[in-house]
Every structure is written in structure tokens, then in C-alpha cells.
């Protein structure tokens, strides 16, 4: 639902950011921001620049690898998850009831 700056031609749209273009509709990313973001490409022509998207107004440019722009992580193993995996805490459960049932079966 978001639109560039420019339509195809090359033409302004008109208007303000978030009026006739930008960056309104982040839909399931949180914290979006208004900015370049890299692609993970690298450009061709000159390995030292990668290919980013600017998502306030809508057009991809190379730009020097050694810039700080933001990143989106969207395929799985880009992050390191947090959660505990479904096999790992089932095998922390077991534990815990067989600690306990040890511990009631012992005579005080």
C-alpha cells in the first residue's frame, strides 16, 4: 500500500509524505524507519557500494558499503532466536518431574 515519490515516468506525485506517498503502511514490521535500508546486494560495477532501498520516498540506489544504514531480517536464521525450541523445553519438563518425583519418593 505505500507508493514512491515518483510513479514510473519519472513524474512527482505530489503532495506530502504520507499524503500522496511514503512510508504509511509498514504492515506486520514493526519500527519502520523513513530511510535507506540494504538490499544484501552488491553492486556490480564497484564491489565497495551494495544496493539499498530508501523507504521514504521509494527508490533503490547504490550507496558505499561502509555507510551505516538499517537492515531488515527476513529470512530464517538471520536472527538469533531468544525462544527456547519445543524439544528443549520438553526435555526441561521431564527433568523437573523426574527431580521431583525423586524427591517425594525419598523418605525425609
Known sequence: GNLSAFDTTGAFRGGTNGVN????????????????????????????????FHTYVGFQNFVDQSGALYALA???????????????????????????VARRRRPL
Not at 23 to 49: I, K, R
Not at 81 to 87: N, R
Not at 90 to 100: E, I, N, P, R
Request: charged share 10%.
Open 74 to 100: 527476513v529470512r530464517p536464521g538471520d536472527v538469533v532466536a531468544a525462544v527456547p525450541e519445543p524439544e528443549s523445553l520438553a526435555l526441561v519438563l521431564v527433568g523437573l518431574v523426574a527431580a521431583g
Open 21 to 52: 506517498w511514503g512510508l504509511v503502511n509498514t504492515g506486520d514490521f514493526q519500527n519502520m524507519q523513513a530511510n535507506d535500508y540494504w538490499s544484501g546486494l552488491e553492486y556490480a560495477p564497484n564491489s565497495s557500494h551494495a544496493w539499498s
